[in-house]
């Protein structure tokens, strides 16, 4: 069974998303803004979610983490809890 590792920021709106995306791509830490800005609990762990299988995490965030290329940073995604930056760190299919 596929497994995927991943971490993200989860933030209110698409325009602060898309505002941290940039900063990633200009150098910032993903797991420090995840620290400052996700309004996830996993913030606190820089955005970590552990590992985990298909259908354990939203339609959304499933399609990017178990298609996107690893370590690259994907969004913003919507889903009904806001808009997330997402970065899948490890994927074994």
Do not use: W, Y
Not at 3 to 10: E, K, P, T, V
């Amino acid at each position: 069974m596929a497994r995927a590792s991943a971490r993200h920021i989860l933030v209110g709106t698409e325009a602060e998303c898309q505002s941290l995306k940039d900063q990633i791509a200009d150098g910032a830490d993903f797991a420090a803004l995840a620290k400052a800005h996700s309004q996830c609990p996993s913030g606190k762990q820089g955005g970590e979610l552990g590992s985990f299988g298909p259908g354990q995490m939203v339609k959304a965030f499933d399609e990017v983490v178990f298609s996107a290329p690893i370590n690259e940073v994907q969004g913003p995604v919507q889903t009904q809890f806001g808009f997330h930056l997402l970065e899948v760190t490890s994927r074994e299919d």
